[in-house]
């Protein structure tokens, strides 16, 4: 062999080194780079998007915000999870698109999609119900108007007893507070 021949041998075996070397490396990793926990809409570009999130005690203030378009959206959550941190309630406070308040409700999954969600409130001898709008493999949802029960029961910071019954026969029972949501609210006043 030729001095030609060696350097173009060595060239090819250097070349099939470095792509064994490239492809042995994508397929050993056991690691990956976790994507942001924040969806950025496709409009928005990149570093023009950020999220706030502020603690309020028992509620999370999270509010999204177009940077170029100057558009905020926020909503105020909390979330009650069972002994082995499954969620078994949260519900959010949120607006629709024309400004009327609405909470959220979501179950745990195993929830009865044609059931109610019962809020008894201390001093109250009706419960609020709240029909379930469906459920899919994560949770079911369900939707309340704020109205004025709801506002003084915010104002008084209440404690209500929340249940749902579950597709196996059972009830869900839990307490929540609505302790801490005044003060979230407070910077949209």
């Known amino acids: 062999m030729n001095r030609r021949s060696i350097s173009t041998c060595l060239a090819i075996l250097a070349c099939l080194a470095f792509v064994a070397g490239q492809a042995a490396a994508q397929v050993a990793s056991p690691y990956r780079i976790k994507p942001s926990d924040v969806a950025v809409p496709p409009e928005v570009k990149l570093g023009d998007y950020q999220r706030t999130i502020r603690p309020f005690g028992n509620w999370t203030l999270i509010c999204d915000e177009n940077l170029k378009a100057r558009k905020k959206i926020c909503n105020v959550s909390q979330i009650i999870e069972d002994g082995s941190g499954k969620m078994a309630f949260s519900w959010s406070l949120a607006a629709t698109q024309d400004g009327k308040p ?16 019962s ?31 709801m506002r003084q029961q915010i104002s008084q910071n209440a404690a ?17 507070t609505l302790k801490g949501l005044s003060d979230a609210l407070a910077p949209f006043k």
Do not use: W
């Open 160 to 176: 209500p007893s929340i249940s749902y019954p579950t597709v196996d026969g059972q009830t869900i029972t839990l307490t929540a």
């Open 102 to 117: 609405y909470m959220i409700l979501r179950t745990a999954p195993n929830a009865r999609s044609d059931g109610l969600v």
């Open 119 to 149: 809020l008894k409130f201390d001093g109250r001898d009706q419960p609020i119900d709240v029909h379930l709008n469906g459920c899919n493999e994560a949770v079911c949802v369900g939707m309340l108007p704020v109205g004025p029960v």
